[in-house]
Nanobody, 125 residues
Framework: QLLLVESGGGLVQPGGSLRLSCEVS????????MGWFRQAPGKEREAVSC????????NYGDSVNGRFTIARENAKNTLYLQMNSLEPEDTAVYYC??????????????????WGQGTQVIVSS
């Protein structure tokens, strides 16, 4: 059973940057596609970005494309999300997720199997 723990959230001004981390224990992440998702108050969970098992393939939601960058470091069992040019609309709880995959791709719309507890990001002046 994977345990995912997010960190790095906080309060940031519009235009600022944050880097989220997701540390995984319980198993190697080598065979898992990983993703970041977010949920704002009163809204449904939104897919932000995903990355394939070894990082060959990434996908981004339209609202963050060009501003956010997903990365992973399998040797450290860790997933990252670099968030730049943050906007108030990015305010949400951010979750990391993992799904076992045999291929080297990722899909923002598939059902992820393992989830972290989330980290709060607030973008406000």
């Amino acid at each position: 059973q994977l345990l995912l723990v997010e960190s790095g959230g906080g309060l940031v001004q519009p235009g600022g940057s944050l880097r989220l981390s997701c540390e995984v224990s319980g198993s190697t992440i080598d065979f898992y596609a990983m993703g970041w998702f977010r949920q704002a108050p009163g809204k449904e969970r939104e897919a932000v970005s995903c990355i394939s098992r070894s990082g060959e393939s990434t996908n981004y939601g339209d609202s963050v494309n060009g501003r956010f960058t997903i990365a992973r470091e399998n040797a450290k069992n860790t997933l990252y999300l670099q968030m730049n040019s943050l906007e108030p609309e990015d305010t949400a709880v951010y979750y990391c997720g993992a799904v076992f995959r045999l291929d080297r791709s990722c899909d923002l719309s598939e059902k992820y199997e393992h989830w972290g507890q989330g980290t709060q990001v607030i973008v406000s002046s």
